[in-house]
Each structure stands twice: as structure tokens, then as C-alpha cells.
């Protein structure tokens, strides 16, 4: 016998479906538009926590990183107008980022469309290019059937953001409509012919190079695929901000091929004469602007593998090409009988040396030298501990000096978002309490989404950001002296006293002037049991582990 269908307004049907997907967390910016949503919401006040955020940007980006590292649907609900205009900033890094989303954004009501009412936007037109689908609700009685075709689309193939924009009287609507079931969501697998055809250009290769990355990863994957390379002995490294789908202690890893590519590991990804990608797309800041692999015919054997089938030649042209989510490669792969691997590994070990001279930190100019305070993290934190960071130069040391080691301890946009770091460093305290997380943030970047820190205290998420101040915008000035020597313009920064900014929201914080003194100030900003900030102040000529300012202006 079934239960009654009880009248409900759209908003509490809405609620009640969002429960139903597992949803526990929505991260937004409360708006009149969608009151009838929070009123649905309220009945599941135990179940899903509200995070009400300073700035729609920084919603979504809690979303997007609470997606990536749960694998599940990060939500976001924004008002109209502005609000969707703030939120977009994370629907594109989790479109490009090939995240898991759901932005819900209230609407004007029918009744007014088209007449260019207050904040009205045509959202299917503006989100049609940095979203998966991008839908308007305009009858209550179909919220279950949309929010079931949406989670299935966020999660399905390659995942990705899903938009839908809901009218505020549609939300008030009483209808009588029983709810849909939970999202089962179904991959690809690959053929038992294309793995045979697999192991069989494994076997005749000389030089193979595993590299991998990308969407649809979990922990169990990640282990299936390490069994899998060290029974065939291959050297393994990973795409742009992936650097957490295999342990970088590992001898078979050898790096991440991404911005700033240790110039030795470019040359064996170029010399290969295998490349099995699993994963990645294969996009422009893996493949060093397209230059690494040759177009659209690489100069070596290519096998694909990717859960969307739309990215399978879409730039490159693969030897084999295989439609298949993580999961069920690396399943199949790691039941391949191996290969020998005995001829390859030379090239793997010494690919490896090359490795671990690369993350030794350089000796930079001034007395803080950023690539050993993020070594020292590397030595003394948990092993399940979280690095997020936003984009710019700063994030070099971060990428060259940490070694990840479990599964889903990197937080970064592949989209190169500014400000992204911070907020995503939110939403992983509160997914994931009981680990230790830490951001890195530059002065240009934290400052995008810094008064999210409000956030941070009110909800007592109790991590590290340690903030590193140059003054200027380095990762632009970099590229100015390298193309318009003598001519820079609009890089310099004005900055706060951050510490001090950090401690008028009731966090901690702290500056530090010498790499000596962070241990300290480390410990110490863990033990305040609030978030904390620790600004590093660095010598603006040192841009880069490898590069320094006076050089370049020099040349």
C-alpha cells in the first residue's frame, strides 16, 4: 500500500526531491525569489545544512569543491539576476572542471516574462554555453521529473553543471505530485575487445607513459589503477590538478604533466611511443598549448580514455579510443594478465629520479622562501590532508613541493578561477571535518573571496589559509616582462595588513617575515581551534621556484 499524496507547494516538492538525491548541504545566498524554497527546506532543517555564504561567487565555488572532493551533486541556490551573475563564476569551473552541480536560481514569475522585469535574466541563453543542460521549471507538478533528469545529467558521461531556473510563483504553487526516485547513475564500460586491443600495444611498446586525471575517480578506482601499473611497471603521472589520483610517493609516479612541467618530463611525455591517457581531456594547460602531443595525429600511439564520448577526438586523434567512466577502466584493467614491463624499466626509474630532484626547494630571493614552507607541510601533516588553492603563480610551489597521497586531497580549478582556493577550503572543512585542510592563496587571489572568512567563523571551519603577499598581481607581471619589457601596467597591488583582516572576523592570524618562523605559526594557528590565516610576505623578485623577476627584465 503507498503512501497518500499530500498537497505540497513547489518549494517543499523541490526540498523533498533534493532529499531524496542525498543532497545534505546547500551552499547559497538567501533571495525573495525563491522563499518558497527555504520554507521546503525548513521541514529538513535536520538533514540538509543551509550554508548561507557572503557573495554568490563564493557559494559556487563551495559547490563545485564540495563536489569534487564527494563525488556528489554540489548545490547552490542564488537569487535572480545578480545572484546568478555572481554564481557563474563556479558553473564554469565546474564545467570545465567536469564537476557534479546543481545551481537552482529563483526566477520572476511567469507572468512577467519577457518584459524585462526586476533582475530578469533569459538564463537558457546565458548559461548555454558553460553547462550541461539549463532549464526553466514552470509547472510545479514536474519538479520531481526535472530534478530527477537533472542529477542524472550532472552525474552521467562526462559530469558537469546543471542550471535550473525557478519562477517564483511556480514555487508557491500547491500541487499534488509523488516524488521521483533517487538518480541511478550508469557509465560506460569498455569492451572487452579494446582492452585486449590495450594490452596488445602495451606489449609492443618501448617507452609507455601512463598519465592520468580527469572526472569519475574514487578511491577504489584509484587503488584498481595503481594494482594495474605496477603489475606492468609503468611510469604513471597526472594531469593539471590531479596530482591526487595516484600516490606521488610511489617509485612508478614521475610528475604532473601541467603549468610549469618539469622541462625533463615534457620530453618523455613527447618521446613516448604509448601514451595511455585515463581521464583527461587533454586539454590546453596539459598539453603545454597544445604543443606536448602533435595535431590531431600525436607523434605516438594514443589510447583515450574518457567517460564523455564527445571528448574522444575532439582535438586528438587516438590510436584506440575507449568510452568508459574510471571506475569501470580501471576495474578491467587492473584483470588484464600484465605484460613485461623489464624493458621500460630503466626509463621509468630514472623518469622517477628526475622526479624527486624536481621537488627539492629552490633557493629563492628573500627570506621567505615558499617552496620549504610547503616541503615542510608535505613532511608534517596528515597524509589525508586537503590542499586547495585558487590560480597564479603561487600555486607553482603548491603543485611542484606537496606530494598528495590519498585520493581527493587536491581542491583546484583546472579552469584557472582566482579566488577559488578559499571557498573551497569552506566547503572541504565542513564535508570533511575531521581532516586537515589547508589553502594556499595568493594576495590578488584570496582577496576575490576573502570576506567569505565571515563564513569560515560562523560555521567554524577551523582550517589554515596561508596567504602568500607579493604585493602584485605575479603571474601577469611575469608575462608582461617576457612580452612587453619596461611596459607594465595595472599589476601592482595595495594590500591590507591580512592578519589583521583575518582577526577582525574573529579568526586567527598571523605574520610571518622568515621560512624559519612558519613551523611555529603553524602549529599555532592549528591550536587556536579557529580558521586561521598566516600571510607570508615574499620578495616580489621571486615569481617562480625557477624564475626571477630582475631575470626577466634583464633579458
Avoid at 523541490?14 to 538525491?21: C, E, M, T, V, Y
Avoid at 525573495?32 to 535536520?46: I, M, Q
Wanted: proline fraction near 6%.
Amino acid at each position: 500500500m503507498t503512501d497518500p499524496i499530500l498537497p505540497r507547494h513547489g518549494g517543499r516538492v523541490l526540498a523533498d526531491q533534493l532529499r531524496i538525491q542525498d543532497v545534505d548541504t546547500i551552499f547559497g545566498v538567501p533571495g525573495e525569489s525563491f522563499l518558497a524554497l527555504l520554507d521546503g527546506l525548513y521541514e529538513h532543517r535536520n538533514a540538509i545544512k543551509v550554508v548561507t555564504t557572503r557573495q554568490e561567487g563564493g557559494a559556487s565555488n563551495m559547490a563545485d569543491a564540495y563536489g569534487k572532493l564527494t563525488g556528489k551533486v554540489g548545490v547552490c541556490a542564488v537569487t535572480r539576476g545578480p545572484g546568478a551573475t555572481n554564481a557563474s563564476i563556479g558553473v564554469h569551473t565546474a564545467f570545465q572542471d567536469s564537476t557534479p552541480m546543481l545551481l537552482l536560481i529563483g526566477q520572476v514569475a511567469r507572468d512577467q516574462v519577457d518584459r524585462e522585469a526586476f533582475q530578469e535574466i533569459d538564463y537558457r541563453r546565458m548559461f548555454g554555453e558553460m553547462a550541461k543542460w539549463v532549464a526553466q521549471i514552470d509547472d510545479a507538478n514536474r519538479i520531481p521529473e526535472y530534478i530527477s533528469h537533472a542529477f542524472h545529467v550532472a552525474q552521467s558521461g562526462r559530469p558537469g553543471p546543471v542550471v535550473l531556473a525557478l519562477p517564483e510563483d511556480m514555487l508557491r504553487d500547491v500541487v499534488e505530485i509523488a516524488d521521483a526516485p533517487r538518480a541511478k547513475i550508469v557509465q560506460a564500460s569498455p569492451s572487452a575487445i579494446a582492452m585486449d586491443e590495450l594490452r596488445d600495444r602495451l606489449g609492443k611498446a618501448e617507452r609507455p607513459l601512463l598519465l592520468l586525471g580527469g572526472p569519475t575517480w574514487t578511491a577504489a578506482a584509484v587503488a584498481d589503477i595503481t594494482r594495474f601499473a605496477q603489475a606492468n611497471g609503468l611510469p604513471v603521472a597526472a594531469s593539471l590538478r590531479a596530482q591526487d589520483c595516484f600516490d606521488n610517493r610511489h617509485d612508478h609516479y614521475i610528475g604532473d604533466v601541467a603549468i610549469g612541467i618539469n622541462p625533463k618530463l615534457a620530453e618523455r611525455v613527447r618521446n613516448s611511443d604509448l601514451l595511455i591517457v585515463a581521464g583527461p581531456r587533454l586539454g590546453e594547460m596539459t598539453t603545454s598549448g597544445y604543443e606536448l602531443i602533435n595535431i590531431p595525429t600525436p607523434q605516438m600511439d594514443l589510447i583515450h580514455i574518457h567517460p564523455g564520448v564527445e571528448e574522444l577526438g575532439r582535438v586528438y586523434s587516438p590510436t584506440l579510443a575507449i568510452n568508459a567512466g574510471m571506475v569501470e577502466f580501471a576495474s578491467m584493467a587492473c584483470a588484464l594478465d600484465p605484460v613485461d614491463g623489464s624493458k621500460w624499466s630503466d626509463w621509468r626509474t630514472q623518469a622517477r629520479k628526475e622526479y624527486e630532484a624536481h621537488i627539492t626547494p629552490t633557493q629563492v630571493p628573500g627570506d621567505v622562501n615558499v617552496g620549504e614552507v610547503v616541503a615542510w607541510l608535505n613532511e608534517n601533516t596528515p597524509e589525508d590532508t586537503i590542499l586547495t588553492a585558487g590560480a597564479g603563480n603561487y600555486t607553482v610551489w603548491t603543485h611542484r613541493f606537496f606530494q598528495h597521497k590519498v585520493f581527493r586531497s587536491q581542491l583546484a580549478p583546472t579552469s584557472g578561477a582566482m579566488g577559488y582556493g578559499f571557498p573551497a577550503a569552506i566547503a572541504a572543512k565542513l564535508a570533511a571535518p575531521n581532516r586537515t585542510v589547508i589553502n594556499f592563496s595568493g594576495d590578488g587571489c584570496f582577496l576575490m573571496h576573502g570576506q567569505e572568512m565571515a563564513t569560515a567563523v560562523q560555521y567554524g571551519a577551523n582550517f589554515v589559509t596561508v596567504v602568500v603577499n607579493n604585493g602584485m598581481l605575479a603571474t601577469i607581471r611575469m608575462h608582461q616582462e617576457r612580452r612587453y619589457p619596461g611596459r607594465t601596467i595595472a599589476t601592482d597591488l595595495q594590500n591590507p595588513d591580512f592578519a589583521a583582516f583575518a582577526r577582525s572576523f574573529g579568526a586567527h592570524g598571523e605574520t610571518i617575515t622568515k621560512t624559519a618562523d612558519f613551523p611555529a605559526a603553524y602549529e599555532r594557528a592549528v591550536k587556536s581551534g579557529k580558521p586561521a590565516l598566516i600571510e607570508l610576505v615574499v620578495d616580489a623578485d621571486a615569481l617562480t621556484p625557477g624564475a626571477t623577476l630582475s631575470s626577466l627584465m634583464k633579458d
